[in-house]
């Protein structure tokens, strides 16, 4: 099954009843997918937006109603939803928001890239907030994140980001749905009208700055919440390596393969793949460094992630980077010449 | 003794932070005396906008859902469609729903969404401290139009509300004023009857409130009031631009 239908269908069979989106390639499957299906199921929604920033506010509109709702983009859509993304943050509403990310900057091209993990981990609009991010990097993963990134979103209220590219949203591999968990999201979040309780409101505004700071505190402590509970990796032929990779996504599939040719030659390669670009883990590369002393980023861009890692290592190693931007798919044989290269450095 | 006026009980007994003679007091009553005389408090969500009535839901005693600028069409569309069964209204200014908030109203709009909109024109933005609205008039004075808004440069003054009734999804749509005791009386029952239709799955109601704003106008409230009559009118005239039900 392709990528992006993946998505669709997991996120309908994890509860998923509202949907907006706004076409732009490579995720348009992924709208067709919720425009063919939502109406199949009791409740579903499915609205074709006037624009990113429609979508996104319908979205944070049908969360306070108490849906679990999605919208989905690639990049440059996404720049246009940051202003509901923040305001999702503001208010402390669940939302999930899919970047099937292209090349950019500006409209860029429809290729793979992983040019916005600087907009994904920092936030993304304006404010002091933080979007849990979580990285995909097979099929079956879409699946599987697509559903925990609801129940995450439910969680800490707050919005939730699956970040891919365009080669994992179009390509089709095997994949198995599981039973999602029941939904845990308490009616006092959700406004249906006072009926017979009390009026209550949600909003983002606070003009008195005591007021303002107490909120930016609250949403501070859920984010270490969040940084101390939710890291997620994977490692992959760690024990003997001399030099690490770090990679998320498609360019850690490519970083498989190219350990693989690397290890045939001899050469003790291994890979760290954090799974949550935020919280981003860290602690586990320091705790790598205290074995190995080169690290080697790999990301299809220019250079982002690298400065996550570095902060990470604070020196404890060396760090280099390969990158290609702008929509390039780098191949593993190219990175296994690049990482032998730097075996010989 | 008889009382025979008092506070409407969807309003909270909290003293509005408008300004003196802004038009702003008087519509919030009369949307909360028109939610009060329908019943519908209890599943009415109202979603107040960016500008002078942000703070909306520190008067109105029902579920509110604060809109980013402009998009209070969108959140109702999100709103209204995950509980068709609740009364939507979005409450929006002229910069907010004729300018920034454009796309989101007209589409909103178009779609036939069942919802209310509540459309205060007082040719300025409020909040901010006076700057041009796209319903400025031609030859009046903002802080960013300080010899007076000239075609040429600013444009012409938006009809919104004659826009909005081009479109099939729109059912009524009506421009009232609320600076007379004859002109609120009518902008009450264009408020009603637009909850109505929504009641009635009707589709889109918008009801436009002509506003005093004699701060930023630097009028005294009197005569903030007249000018409504006797300049703000003459470009946006009174009265029912659509009502399908009407016409049967």
């Known amino acids: 099954m392709q990528g992006n239908r993946v998505i669709g269908e997991a996120a309908i069979r994890a509860g998923c009843r509202f949907y907006a989106g706004y076409p732009i390639t490579p995720q348009n499957e992924l709208t067709e997918y919720m425009a063919e299906h939502m109406r199949r199921v009791k409740g579903g929604v499915f609205i074709q937006a006037e624009s990113e920033l429609a979508a996104i506010n319908m979205v944070l509109g049908a969360s306070a109603a108490g849906a679990r709702a999605m919208t989905s983009s690639s990049s440059p859509g996404i720049s246009l939803k940051q202003e509901g993304i923040s305001s999702l943050a503001a208010d402390e509403l669940p939302a999930v928001i899919v970047n099937i990310m292209r090349g950019g900057p500006g409209l860029g091209n ?98 008195d700055a005591i007021r303002m700071e107490e909120h930016n505190w609250k949403l501070y402590r859920k984010y270490q919440v969040i940084a101390e509970e939710e890291v997620r990796f994977e490692t992959f032929w760690t024990d003997d390596a001399e030099i690490l990779i770090v990679a998320y996504g498609t360019a850690a599939r490519i970083a498989k393969g190219a350990i693989k040719r690397s290890r045939e030659m001899g050469i003790a390669v291994g890979l760290i793949r954090p799974i949550t670009l935020w919280p981003f883990p860290g602690e586990v590369i320091r705790r790598f460094a205290e074995e190995v002393g080169s690290f080697l980023v790999f990301e299809m861009n220019t250079g982002q992630m690298l400065e996550d890692v570095k902060l990470a290592l604070e020196g404890r190693a060396r760090v280099d980077f390969y990158g290609r931007p702008g929509g390039v798919i780098p191949t593993p044989a190219e990175l296994a010449k690049v990482i032998a290269y730097q075996v010989k450095r | 003794m008889k009382k025979v006026f008092s506070r409407p009980r969807t309003l909270k007994d909290v003293p509005f932070h408008y300004c003196s003679g802004c038009g702003h007091s008087i519509t919030h009553r009369l949307i909360a005396e028109a939610i009060d005389e329908l019943g519908i408090a209890d599943r009415t969500i109202g979603i107040p906008p960016a500008g002078c009535a942000v703070i909306a839901y520190n008067y109105f005693d029902i579920d509110m859902l604060e809109a980013p600028h402009g998009r209070g069409c969108a959140v109702a569309t999100g709103m209204k469609r995950v509980l068709p069964d609740r009364i939507i209204f979005s409450y929006q200014g002229d910069g907010d729903l004729a300018a920034i908030g454009t796309a989101e109203t007209f589409h909103a709009a178009n779609r036939g969404e069942n919802i209310t909109v509540l459309f205060i024109n007082n040719a300025v933005y409020g909040m901010t401290g006076g700057q041009m609205a796209p319903t400025t008039l031609l030859g009046q004075t903002s802080t960013t139009t300080p010899p007076g808004r000239t075609a040429v440069l600013d444009g012409h003054p938006v009809h919104f509300s004659e826009v909005l009734a081009t479109l099939a999804g729109a059912v009524y749509v009506e421009r009232c004023a609320v600076n007379s005791p004859a002109n609120i009386a009518r902008a009450k029952r264009a408020i009603r009857k637009a909850f109505q239709y929504q009641m009635q799955d009707r589709g889109f109601s918008l009801v436009e409130i002509l506003s005093q704003c004699p701060t930023n106008w630097k009028m005294r409230p009197t005569d903030a009031c007249r000018w409504v009559d006797e300049v703000m009118t003459k470009e946006f005239p009174l009265g029912v631009i659509k009502d399908l039900q009407a016409k049967g």
Do not use: C, W
């Open chain 1, 110 to 207: 429809i290729l793979p890239s992983q040019g916005d993990y600087f907009q994904a981990t920092r936030g993304g609009g304006h404010g002091d907030y933080r979007t849990i991010v979580l990285a995909p990097a097979s099929v079956q993963e879409l699946a599987d994140l697509t559903m925990d990134a609801f129940d995450l979103a439910d969680r800490y209220r707050n919005p939730v980001l699956l970040l891919a590219d365009g080669m994992m949203g179009q390509m089709m591999e095997p994949v198995e749905f599981r039973t999602p968990s029941p939904r845990q999201y308490r009616e006092e979040y959700i406004l249906r009208g006072k009926g017979t309780g009390k009026s209550r409101f949600i909003r983002a505004l606070i003009l």
